[in-house]
């Protein structure tokens, strides 16, 4: 039978919207989940909604409506975002479900039955926010040390869990298991934290002061902890939910996947109370960092939070996964801005892996009707094998150990997976193709250059389905493959040339639209997808700024001076069809243009080539200016320059279509 792989989220309580808290590490768990699946394990992937407790009961009296209600409006909420960002969990645990209550009383029981849980007196200082004791050292100037409110001193009888009992075998473990906390500062964390003595866990609340809970078994006037009630879900999850989890089948956990604030109920609370079930302990914790929006906390009062589902809605499930994932190394801190966003759109997505499916596509459709050829043994160079080893080492080497779940090191595995999308493009610049289709003399190693580009997708298509699930599925359309990524298709290595035969690429549309962040709106949101994201993407990755050169793009943004009628019509705008393209030697971003001005031909050197390589810009119809005064770029003169759109970067060059004949005045 294969190898079992459970993972979960925290349960999110239901107070509110989710945010891009909540979403983060669905996304992170998500990853895990279908990487795993991807290899042949049996995959229990879970998360769910924590309901219960003050904090919803009094989000509920705001909202003037009751507890049940309140949670019954809101878990739809989280069910469509999941929808919306792609999560395939197999799990959807509520804790309002009648059958977790069963669980969470039948653990109760036991712990109470084996004597682990007593009832006692216990006066202490008490955080309304936090729902939860603290103790005379602990509390600041009569603030509670979390979250910084007024707490109360309260005397009530209540039920207390043993957990200083298991102090020492808590520390044995940890001790003993260095991947159960990670990352290690974390793991340093809470090992200081045990070095003081631990206290035993109130686990009750009296229903006179929290009524909205599960009833203690063994006292109906008392509901649990909302935090015994909570933990207890990663075992109810696999016992209830879906006909075919077990607790045999999927316990112990392979990772809890949590944010640094709940780490310590999770490794010492969780942990002690598994430990006084006798149940063996999940093999790993992650705690991840916090993100900050532009450098500040993220809250309700500050109007800055996220909402996953407008990025979304605005940007794409999978370039919002992958931003995530991709900005910020898991478990530390990171910071959200729009323009860290849009900078990865549009350099690492459009102009990267966009840009390798599309100009790969496009040269097998000229070059090859489309059908993606065999490589011929006697022509391959050792270009063609280091991009053959990249790809192979990223997939089975790379990936595996960066997901293992003691590292989880997305940002590396994403950074590694575009190392090879830009191997790639290079591959393709370095190979130049269209100058091989010249010559007949060349159509063997033409084939190896189209074989090997387009298996370097292949194996691309595999190394991004667990981050972006819509989009390895898109890129394997276009390459004319029929791949169903939620299969085990990794479960055995795939070896470089192993595709199907004589595959046939279908040109669609681009993967990623370049996101316009040239133009402000009056609301400040200047970010559009750009017109350029129906056209066909283009070459290698910009990442520097055309110039000022003749080619370059015309600046906007930002300047008002006006100007008249008579000064625009001093520059004479004409279509042109661009009719020889070539890279300059030793330039990135120049290509060498011979268009076609109707009555006459000229040469114009475009600041483009970081965007568009000569095989993309070939056969285009164009505009120019074409009363410039001539310059020379890097020894080549240029007789005009080229209208783009795009501030700083060349987002798309102007084009029309062929209806306007060259020479066509613009204006
Ligand atoms: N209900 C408890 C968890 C119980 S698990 C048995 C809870 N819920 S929560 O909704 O308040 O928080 C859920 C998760 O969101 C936590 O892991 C928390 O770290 C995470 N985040 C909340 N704000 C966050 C950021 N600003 N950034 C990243 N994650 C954050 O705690």
């Known amino acids: ?47 769910g909604l924590d309901e219960h407790g003050q904090k919803v009961q009094r989000a509920a009296a705001r909202a003037g409506i009751a507890p049940r209600e309140h949670c019954d409006t809101l878990a739809p909420k989280f069910r469509a975002l999941w929808k919306q960002l792609a999560i395939a969990n197999d799990g959807f645990i509520r804790t309002t479900d009648a059958r977790h209550h069963a669980v969470v009383k039948r653990l109760l029981q036991t712990l109470y039955d084996r004597q682990l849980i007593y009832r006692a007196d216990y006066t202490g200082w008490y955080c309304t926010f936090d729902e939860r004791f603290w103790t005379e050292k602990d509390v600041q100037e009569g603030r509670c040390p979390d979250c910084g409110r007024p707490v109360e001193q309260l005397s009530e009888h209540n039920y207390f869990f043993r957990m200083s009992r298991f102090q020492q075998q808590l520390r044995d473990h940890i001790a003993g298991h260095p991947a159960f906390i990670r990352p290690e500062s974390r793991r340093n964390e809470v090992m200081g934290f045990l070095q003081k003595p631990l206290e035993d866990l109130s686990i009750s609340r009296p229903k006179s002061r929290v009524s909205w809970g599960i009833e203690l078994p063994f006292d109906h006037d008392y509901v649990t902890y909302v935090w015994f009630d909570a933990l207890a879900n990663y075992l109810s999850g696999l016992e209830y939910l879906p006909a075919r989890p077990s607790v045999d089948r999927f316990w112990p956990a392979a990772v809890h996947l949590v944010g640094k604030d709940i780490l310590t109920t ?29 450098g500040e906390k993220m809250s309700k009062s500050r109007g800055n939070v996220i909402d996953p589902s407008a990025m979304v809605a605005q940007f794409g499930e999978d370039a919002f996964r992958y931003f995530l994932l991709r900005e910020v190394p898991f478990g530390q801190d990171g910071d959200f801005s729009r323009e860290s966003f849009v900078g990865r759109i549009n350099g690492d997505l459009a102009n990267g892996l966009g840009n390798l499916l599309s100009r790969t596509v496009t040269l097998i459709g000229r070059c090859r009707n489309g059908v993606v050829p065999r490589a011929d043994s006697a022509s391959v160079t050792a270009l063609d094998t280091e991009l053959r080893d990249a790809a192979t080492s990223l997939l089975h080497t790379t990936m595996p150990r960066h997901l293992q779940t003691d590292r989880i090191k997305y940002h590396r595995t994403l950074e590694a997976i575009w190392g090879l999308v830009q191997l790639g493009n290079q591959y393709i610049d370095k190979t130049a193709p269209w100058v091989l289709a010249k010559d007949a003399a060349n ?52 070896a470089w040339g192993d595709g199907p035969p004589a595959a046939t690429v279908a040109k669609g549309d681009s993967l990623f639209p370049r996101i316009n962040v040239a133009t402000r709106s009056p609301h400040g949101d200047s970010m559009e997808p750009s017109a350029a994201s129906s056209q066909p993407a283009s070459p290698a990755p910009a990442s520097s700024k055309p110039g000022g050169d003749a080619s370059s793009a015309p600046a906007s943004g930002g300047n008002d001076r006006r100007i008249t009628i008579g000064d625009f019509q001093k520059v004479r705008l004409k279509v042109a069809k661009i009719i020889a393209a070539e890279r300059i030697p030793k330039s990135e971003k120049l290509l060498k243009l011979q268009v076609d001005l109707g009555d006459e031909h000229r040469q114009i050197v475009a600041g483009i080539g970081k965007q568009y390589g000569p095989e993309d810009v070939l056969g285009k119809t164009v505009v120019v200016v074409a009363n410039l005064t001539p310059a020379k770029l890097m020894g080549v003169e240029s007789q005009g320059m080229v209208l783009a759109a795009g501030a700083d970067d060349v987002i798309s060059l102007v084009t029309l279509s062929d209806d306007a004949p060259p020479g066509t005045t613009v204006k």
């Open 1 to 47: 039978m294969s190898e079992s792989f459970y993972v979960t989220t925290p349960i999110y309580y239901v107070n509110d919207v989710p945010h891009i808290g909540h979403a983060y590490t669905t996304i992170a768990a998500d990853v895990l989940a279908r990487w795993h699946r991807l290899h042949g394990r049996d995959v229990f992937f879970l998360t």
């Open 266 to 294: 999770h490794a010492v609370y969780w942990a002690t109370i598994l430990m006084a079930l006798e149940l063996p302990l999940p093999r790993t914790i992650f705690a991840h960092g916090w993100w900050t929006v532009n």
């Open 443 to 494: 159509v063997k190693r033409l084939d190896t250059v189209l074989f090997h580009a387009a298996e370097t997708l292949r194996f691309l298509c595999f190394a991004v389905a667990p981050f972006m699930p819509n989009t390895a599925p898109a890129m394997a359309r276009q390459l004319g493959l029929s791949l169903d990524f939620s299969q085990a298709l990794l479960q055995h290595p795939i």
